[in-house]
């Protein structure tokens, strides 16, 4: 890809330069060109204005002027101009050339009417009787405002061409010089820029092959330096999603290993008759089922977790009472309730609009918000449920007062796993993901989670939920 690149750069900066030296180059000649030949009719313009005031007194007393025009037209037959002389008719009567057979010939009907009227005629092109592309000026001569005859003036193109044609010639050899250079400049500037193409792909060639720490050291300010921070910017991110990943499955593995290792002793004990009697044998299968519970627990969450992960967690959103799902989440957790002896009092403003959600999700996160708070309180306390209308959300809070969370675990106390008090939270069977899942739920239900806790005194988890319509 980097190759192709590479040459396609190199080939569209070649390709500019001979195609602006090439415009250049046929302007330049063909400027040239016209200018070589403008000035030389000027220059003929001149001589044949001197020719005709040289001639006029022969062809008043009707001599052949032939002297004059070979004695002063030598300097010219070097040039290779033709001088050739009409009389009042257009006929040629002499010329500078030794050949003669010139003679005679007239001159067209239109540039003779044209001479008549003192005007001098300019023309080139090919002529046929010289074979070849000529400029002629035909100068008039004129005695008492009389036309009494001309001279015509001819010269080569050939002297005009050849001049182009050698500054063509060193105008070539330049612009080959000048798309030798481009390309060595082109293929330095190509290089330079594919250079760190080539480089982010390694690089994110790497990441892929999971070298998280790879970085493209690219600094520069322009499109490629906003990849290189993007590309840093995904393999930061990657990095952090596979360390959360391998966090992730050795927290799983470290949860499911307490619960076996104690199932596996106790039916071990069992099967081994270590139980003194028939009591403490029970005992051991209350232990066995107690640990199987949370094991059973703990699948069910993970699974649930897994579903948000995976994205194919379905939601059936619809409009409910809050009411509802508030007892029934209360009725759920009686037993636990009552194992402490605690009072819930529930605190609903009367004139609270429906929820928008999932129901069966909102009561999930109600009912582990629940289950901390019975968890985490002490025996004969108190539990406030509130919902209160707030901008166009409900806010539903949930407050004990019982232990609290110190302030250094607050930021952590979402994240998978996190437990204050490990060994506490394990025995009274949490699993650590309850708030998780909480925070999952609300998110994607576009609410927000939060927290106020003082240890010793309890704890406030609220949350926000749509209004139905609203
Ligand atoms: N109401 C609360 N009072 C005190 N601590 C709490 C409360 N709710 C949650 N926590 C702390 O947050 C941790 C994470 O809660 P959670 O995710 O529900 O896991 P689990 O309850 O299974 O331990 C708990 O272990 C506990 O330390
Ligand atoms: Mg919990």
Redesign the pocket.
């Known amino acids: 890809m980097n190759k192709s690149i590479f040459f396609k750069l190199l080939a569209s900066y070649i390709g500019l330069v001979i195609v602006a030296i090439t415009i250049i180059g046929s302007m330049q000649v063909y400027l040239v060109e016209n200018y070589l030949i403008k000035s030389k009719e000027q220059e003929m313009v001149v001589r044949g204005q001197e020719l005709s005031n040289m001639v006029m007194p022969y062809l008043m007393s009707n001599l052949n002027p032939r002297p004059v025009i070979l004695n002063v037209n030598r300097a010219d037959r070097i040039l290779g101009t033709e001088v050739w002389v009409i009389d009042r008719y257009g006929k040629v009567i002499t010329a500078s050339a030794d050949h003669l057979y010139c003679e005679g010939n007239t001159l067209e009907a239109m540039d003779l009417t044209q001479l008549q009227s003192g005007k001098a005629s300019i023309k080139s092109g090919q002529s046929e009787y010289f074979q070849e592309a000529v400029i002629r000026v035909v100068t008039p001569v004129i005695h008492d405002n009389e036309f009494i005859g001309g001279v015509i003036l001819y010269s080569p193109v050939r002297g005009v061409n050849d001049t182009s044609k050698n500054m063509s010639k060193i105008y070539v050899g330049a612009a080959l010089l000048g798309i030798l250079i481009s390309v060595f400049i082109g293929i330095i500037f190509s290089r330079q820029i594919t250079k760190p193409i080539k480089r982010v792909c390694e690089i994110t060639r790497n990441i892929a092959d999971g070298k998280f720490d790879e970085r493209v050291e690219i600094h520069s300010k322009d499109e490629l330096g906003v990849l290189a921070l993007s590309i840093n910017h995904m393999s930061k991110q990657l990095s952090e999603l596979d360390s959360m990943r391998r966090n992730f499955v050795a927290n799983v593995s470290h949860e499911l290993r307490s619960p076996l290792t104690s199932i596996q002793g106790y039916i071990d004990a069992l099967l081994q008759g270590k139980g003194k009697d028939k009591q403490e044998e029970k005992n051991y299968l209350q232990i066995v089922q107690k640990e199987t519970h949370r094991l059973s627990r703990l699948v069910n969450d993970l699974l649930e977790i897994s579903r948000f992960d995976s994205q194919t967690a379905l939601f059936n959103m619809d409009e409910f009472p809050l009411r509802s799902i508030i007892d029934r989440a209360m009725k759920s957790l009686r037993l636990q309730t009552a194992a402490k002896d605690l009072i819930i009092t529930t605190n609903l403003t009367s004139d609270l609009p429906l929820c928008y959600g999932d129901e069966d999700r909102i009561e999930q996160v109600i009912y582990?918000?629940l289950?901390?708070?019975i968890?985490?309180s002490s025996d004969r306390g108190e539990i406030l449920i509130s919902a209160i209308p707030y901008d166009d959300d409900i806010l539903v809070e949930i407050t004990?007062f019982?232990?609290?969370?110190p302030s250094k675990?607050i930021p952590f106390?979402w994240d998978r796993f996190?437990?204050?008090?490990k060994a506490r939270?394990r025995n009274?069977g949490?699993?650590?993901?309850?708030?998780?899942i909480v925070k999952e739920i609300i998110d994607l239900h576009g609410g927000k989670v939060m927290v106020e806790?003082t240890p010793g005194e309890?704890?406030t988890?609220g949350f926000t939920l749509k209004q139905s319509g609203g």
Not at 402 to 405: F, R, T
Not at 418 to 421: K, M
Not at 430 to 436: E, S
Request: hydrophobic share 30%.
């Open positions: 582990n918000l289950d901390n708070a968890r985490y004990d019982g232990q609290g969370i675990d106390i996190y437990r204050v008090d939270s009274e949490g699993t650590g993901l309850g708030l998780a806790s309890g704890s988890f």
